[in-house]
Each structure stands twice: as structure tokens, then as C-alpha cells.
């Protein structure tokens, strides 16, 4: 069964999304995702693991969070259990695309949405979701539907490539 967790973090996630951010450093570094070239790494908030937003822009920053919950179901079973989360946390929410793909050779599922924010703006959603290992990764890139759609962020969705969670870190080995 699908934790509670993501359902819990859907409105703090749409709340993010809508309101602008206290820039503070992300470690992408750390992450299974490369970020778009110049945008600033945001503090995430509890349950996220990265946030980062586009640098030029005023009033509501285009942006990519990154995250990931333990699952058992296939990325595209996962995607469809969020789309009914999503339908029943945004106001007015609509479906795009929904299709299978791949990142760094894994299955994935691709799916568009959009949804109106609180100011009554039209908020388009693209999000990416691998399962790797037992994790869902996905990383969701938002932005304004009067603001251009930047092709380095949609390039970013397929860097989106998980972290092998059993395998763990080489150890040190002493001089």
C-alpha cells in the first residue's frame, strides 16, 4: 500500500510551487538528478530532497523538486496512485500527457498536468518517476502557463536516474 506520506506533502509541495523562495544552497551532488545549469538550489522542504528554481524570473521562479518514497509498485502504478492524489488536493486539476519512457535506462512514466494556484493562476506541471530499487524518484517541474516552457529543465526530468539504495558506499581505504 502506498505510505501517506507524498498524500501528507501534496499541499506543502503546492505550496512551494506557488510562492517565492529563500534562496539557501541544494547539494545536487548528493542527488540521483542534475539540475539545469544556472538555477539556484532552494532549501526542500521535510520529505523532499532537492528544490531548485529558475533564476530569471519575476514573481512566481520556475522550478524542479525532487524526491522519493519506498514503493513496490512500478513506476507507472505509482503515477496513477499520484494522479488521484493530485486530483483530490489541487483545485481544478487536468490531466496531459501519460506515457511510459525510460531514464538512464530504467522504466519510467511521464505524465503533464496542470492545476490553478491560489492567486487563480494556471500552474502546468511536467513529472517524471523512476522505480529503482524499491523508490519511486521523481522529479516534478512546475512553472506559470503564461511562462515559456525551458527546454533545460524539461532535458533535466530525464537525468532523473536513482541511487542503488543496497548497494552502500565504498569504505575508506587507509594509505
Same mark, same amino acid.
Not at 530504467?106 to 523512476?130: C, E, F, L, V
Given at each position: ?81 499520484? @494522479?488521484?492524489?493530485?486530483? &483530490?488536493?489541487? /483545485? ?8 511510459? =519512457? %525510460?531514464? !538512464? *535506462? ?33 522529479? @516534478?517541474?512546475?512553472?506559470? &502557463?503564461?511562462? /515559456? ?8 526530468? =530525464? %537525468?532523473? !536516474? *536513482? ?13
Amino acid at each position: 500500500m502506498r505510505s501517506d506520506v507524498i498524500h501528507a506533502l501534496m499541499p506543502r509541495l503546492f505550496a512551494l510551487v506557488c510562492c517565492a523562495f529563500a534562496l539557501t544552497p541544494a547539494y545536487a551532488d548528493q542527488l540521483p538528478f542534475t539540475p539545469p545549469e544556472g538555477w539556484t538550489g532552494v532549501r526542500p522542504p521535510a520529505g523532499l530532497l532537492g528544490v531548485w528554481a529558475h533564476s530569471g524570473d519575476v514573481g512566481f521562479r520556475q522550478n524542479i523538486v525532487v524526491g522519493r518514497e519506498r514503493t513496490q509498485l512500478t513506476a507507472s502504478a505509482f503515477d496513477t496512485q499520484t @494522479i488521484k492524489q493530485l486530483r &483530490a488536493a489541487l /483545485p481544478v486539476f487536468v490531466l496531459g500527457a501519460d506515457q511510459y =519512457t %525510460t531514464t !538512464c *535506462g530504467h522504466p519510467a512514466h511521464y505524465i503533464s498536468y496542470a492545476s490553478t494556484n491560489k492567486d487563480g493562476q494556471r500552474i502546468m506541471y511536467q513529472h517524471m518517476t523512476a522505480v529503482i530499487n524499491g523508490y519511486a524518484w521523481f522529479a @516534478i517541474y512546475a512553472k506559470l &502557463a503564461t511562462q /515559456p516552457s525551458l527546454p533545460e529543465a524539461r532535458q533535466a526530468l =530525464t %537525468t532523473l !536516474c *536513482g541511487m542503488d539504495e543496497r548497494v552502500p558506499p565504498p569504505a575508506a581505504v587507509p594509505p
